[in-house]
């Protein structure tokens, strides 16, 4: 598998590390000569010095027999425009972007940018999902379907408890799949009720969301 | 007509103040405050600064009721992600975006933004002068 990384910052420098170390043909482009002679000495012949929004540097590091392009620069801007010219121009079969602004996750999926990564929304994520009294946690987004997977805690301060769960009044394209309580997985039905400490799973449509939150921490 | 123009340098600041002039809406985004300078003491439209590949500054200029937004940043990433968004998200009815790079220029025109590339654009016109030249021997060929 040969992978492109675009960017020889933080993130570009230790991913084409790691993935050299992993055995994977791997080339950087790098738009700084001083940077690229320093890596160059530390990882040998994988560096290249171009722009990588220049679909000329992209030919002549042989981008169309790249597997997977990703662009890990610092301005969403070139990010974006190195993905499409990879899979448009190159006809890369996964292109993946760094994001920067969390908001731009969003548009360039709707771009066709096959990955997105937006360090903000990983650690909001996990801040999110460490604090117990969160009422809705988004687990993962069905960007296709436009769906969204959340988590919810039900706390001993829920109005909810005890209430059998079709008596809760949730958004009508809201599918409760599952509730966790202790280590039991139960599969929820409309006569199931809500204790303290449950973790409800939900299929919700990604506009409901808001609503849901809502709902549930009334 | 509504316009947002993105990009206050020497070409963005001439149009806006033209079409200012025509008695149309023009909002001009730009990173640096300085660059509204260009504008001239008369310039009726409105300024923003900011980045244009940001909703909430495209938002600020009033994006939502532009007929046109016009890309006109020196880079011509920022030039094209702007204008994608303009046109996916907010669906302005006409954008226009120019880019330097004459490859660039031909990939984003296919993928439907509406492009204008000032590097073919210039050779082209210099090329022309030169063949209506009599003095520059002609390869032929010219109409």
Known sequence: MFILVIGGGKIGYYLTKTLVSEGYEVLLIERNQQKVVTFSDRFGAVVMQGDGAEAATLQRAGASRADVVIATTGEDEDNLVICQLAKRMFQVGHVMARVNNPKNEEIFKRLGIDTTVSVTNIILSYMEQSLPDRPLTHLLTLSHADLAIVEANITSRSPHIGRPLGDVNLPPDVAVSAIIRGEDLLIPGPETRLQPGDEVIAITHRASEERLREALSQ | ?143
Do not use: W
């Not at chain 2, 990173?31 to 600064?49: E, H, I, Y």
């Not at chain 2, 030039?79 to 998200?89: L, P, R, T």
């Open chain 2, 1 to 143: 007509m509504k316009v947002v123009i993105l990009g206050c340098g020497r070409v963005g600041s001439t149009l806006a103040r033209t079409l200012d002039a025509e008695g149309h809406n023009v909002t001009v985004i730009d990173r640096n405050q300085q660059q509204f300078q260009r504008l001239g003491a008369d310039f009726g439209g409105a300024t923003v600064r900011g980045t244009g590949i940001d909703e909430d500054v495209l938002l600020r200029a009033g994006i939502e009721e532009a007929d046109v937004f016009v890309a006109m940043t020196n880079g011509d990433n920022t030039s094209i992600m702007a204008s994608q968004i303009v046109q996916e998200v907010f669906e302005v009815p006409h954008v226009v975006t120019r880019i330097y790079d004459p490859v660039r220029e031909q990939l984003y025109r296919s993928l439907g933004l509406d492009t204008i590339c000032p590097t073919t654009l210039i050779a082209g016109l210099v090329h022309e002068k030169l063949a209506d030249n009599a003095t520059v021997p002609s390869s032929g060929g010219a109409a």
